[in-house]
């Protein structure tokens, strides 16, 4: 059986998004979500970095982190999958209510339903890479040990 994910707010799987409001602390400072690391991470060691961190929503953090007004940084594409799993471990292992969800999922496969998301999700065809529900599912596999 697959499970489909994709909004914050779904029951019981909405803690799998990145907006989902489960902070973590990751390299000595507090993140309000996912979406806010992964997108301030494009900007790591600048001012609109710590902006993104600041964003009163994660909705706000992404539309911050997807501005092409500012120069993302050079590594950006080689180090975007690193940086998803480091903040969905994060995520997960500190806040055992969604490590008990993601866990109980046991080995179904976990895919982010969004047709506008080719690359982290399953696009509009059904055949994206889906790879932020891969992350999750490896992630998975490491918390269950």
């Not at 976990?110 to 992630?139: P, Q």
């Amino acid at each position: 059986m697959t499970i489909y994910f994709y909004g914050a707010d779904d029951v019981p799987y909405g803690c799998f998004s990145n907006f989902s409001p489960h902070g973590f602390t990751l390299d000595a400072v507090h993140w309000p979500t996912s979406e806010h690391y992964f997108q301030a991470q494009k900007f790591a060691g600048t001012p609109h970095a710590d902006r993104i961190r600041r964003a009163p929503t994660a909705l706000q953090a992404a539309e911050l982190g997807r501005t092409r007004s500012r120069p993302l940084r050079r590594d950006w594409e080689r180090v975007k999958d690193e940086t998803m799993r480091r903040a969905v471990l994060e995520k997960f292992q500190q806040n055992p209510d969604i490590l008990a969800v993601l866990l109980a999922t046991g080995q179904q496969e976990l895919v982010e339903d969004t047709t506008t998301d080719h690359y982290w999700g399953r696009g509009s065809t059904g055949t994206g890479k889906n790879m932020l529900g891969r992350i999750l599912m490896r992630t998975r596999t490491r918390l269950a040990l």
